[in-house]
């Protein structure tokens, strides 16, 4: 067996295909999304419609990262991986043939399932590469820039390429990505060892309700906010989302061989690198949210002045990833990860208490917050994969991702529905009176503050969770 590597070029190969895999997960809705209107007008799509060509894709990739972290701890990370990149390469090609809207919504699904079948095994592959944590934050600081790169070109590159080229482009250029990622991982990453997988079989009821309940608690965010509280299928459905995560927990719990180890979960690494993660994805996307709105329907801006009143935010989460190295090797992981956090709720409380009195108090909460989620990204996925045995790594990577994704929808959900429900009229329409526009910034300045509240409350968990290590991380139970 070869020894690991020493340093990050040693690793390039490896490193650009996990890299060109995060890229993708990155990439995809967001070079979409400005393609939209292109997509509605050539195949006669309703705006519902629309929604499910970008929410299908997000429902199934939450839903299903458990289950195929699950399958991949078993049969081998780097082989669910390789199929996963060759079905999406199948279903990138797919698009070339598209021509309905029914028929780009079975496309996404397939996509989705793809997603959910490469995304865990990145962060898995990833830090099962090297033996040292500072080569794994390092290595996952590269990945994870890559990534962000994407998230933050897609939609003026899509713009920029819908001029010159059919939409459907925008979706077969996974196919070469898919490519790249499988040439790298094939010839960079070894084949998974036999010791370090498990044997006992998959928890097939426990993986039907695991990923009934994300699915659902992904689904009831997005009929919040377009229905409103008042409206009975959203609360329907939160509460077939509990139902179905109380029946997941009793399941685990009496299962011989659970899907997922609850006590793993409540090992302190894990559950303060979960509470952490989702911290920084409810912050993220309540605010991200919240800033756009206000730019463009208090302020008025356009969508391009909108584009470019968040970029302090892009320019930290891109350029941010050099530092992250530096300083987990000044401060340690832990404390990394606890300044992380608290930047994230510092930047939101800035935001609610001030964001409404210009644009100077918003820059500092879109900075604050970028920069304290490009630390937690990072640290918190280290260190579930630290806090977890070699044989559980791509569940614990698919817990970070479904964390992430769940944490992501809330924060929009509660943003959403607080500003619809404290605002008065319209609020898409124009000309507002001086009393709708004092209703809105009162209802931002509550969303705001509502989700400093709650992503402190996970911050502190997660930092007490954290203080049980000692400060000195966990070490892997023997018998993997």
């Not at 404390?335 to 644009?359: D, E, K, Q, S, T």
């Amino acid at each position: 067996m070869s020894p690991p590597p020493r340093s990050l070029r040693e690793a390039w190969v490896a490193l650009a295909g996990l890299s060109a895999v995060f890229l993708f997960e990155m990439l995809d809705n967001s070079v979409l999304t400005v393609a939209l209107p292109t997509i509605g007008r050539e195949l006669s799509a309703s705006a519902a419609a629309l929604q499910w060509v970008t929410g299908a894709y997000a429902v199934v990739f939450g839903g299903l990262m458990l289950g195929f972290g699950a399958v991949a701890d078993r049969v081998g990370r780097r082989r669910v991986m390789v199929v996963g990149l060759v079905l999406l390469g199948v279903a990138g090609a797919g698009t070339a043939f598209v021509g309905t809207v029914g028929q780009l919504i079975a496309v996404r699904v397939v996509m989705g399932v793809a997603a959910a079948m490469t995304a865990p095994g990145a962060l898995a592959l990833a830090f099962r590469l090297f033996d040292d944590d500072g080569l794994r934050v390092r290595a996952a600081a590269v990945i994870s820039t890559v990534g962000l790169v994407g998230l933050a070109v897609g939609p003026v590159a899509g713009g920029f390429v819908l001029a010159f080229v059919p939409w459907q482009v925008l979706l077969v250029v996974n196919v070469p990505v898919a490519a790249v990622a499988l040439l790298g991982i094939r010839r960079g990453v070894p084949a998974d060892r036999a010791e370090e997988l498990r044997r006992e079989p998959v928890d097939w009821p426990g993986a039907v309700l695991g990923t009934a309940a994300i699915v659902l608690a992904l689904l009831a965010p997005t009929l919040f906010v377009d229905a409103g509280v008042a409206a009975v299928a959203p609360w329907l459905t939160a509460g077939a989302a509990v139902v179905a995560g109380a029946l997941f927990v009793v399941r685990e719990r009496a299962a011989r061989y659970p899907l997922l180890d609850l006590r793993s979960v409540a090992r302190p690494l894990v559950s303060s690198g979960l509470a952490f993660k989702g911290a920084a994805g409810l912050a993220t996307a309540g605010l991200g949210y919240l800033v756009t709105v206000q730019f463009q329907l208090d302020w008025g801006w356009t969508p391009g002045q909108a584009a470019l009143g968040m970029l302090p935010q892009v320019v930290v989460l891109v350029a941010g990833g050099a530092l992250i190295g530096p300083l987990v090797g000044r401060v340690g992981l832990d404390r990394a990860g606890w300044l992380g956090a608290v930047a994230v709720v510092c930047g939101l409380a800035a935001y609610g208490a001030l964001g409404r009195f210009g644009y100077g108090w918003v820059v500092v909460a879109l900075v604050l917050v970028a920069a304290g989620m490009r630390v937690v990204g990072v640290v918190a996925g280290t260190n579930v994969m630290r806090g977890l045995p070699a044989d559980r790594t791509t569940v614990g990577a698919a817990l970070v991702d479904t964390a992430g994704e769940v944490a992501t929808g809330i924060g929009i959900a509660v943003a959403g529905t607080i500003v619809a429900a404290l605002s008065t009229g319209q609020v898409v329409a124009s000309g507002w009176s001086a009393a709708q526009t004092a209703a809105f910034r009162d209802a931002v300045t509550w969303a705001g503050s509502v989700l400093a509240v709650v992503a402190g409350a996970l911050v502190g968990w997660g930092i007490a969770r954290a203080r049980v290590t000692g400060g000195a991380g966990e070490s892997r139970p023997a018998g993997r």
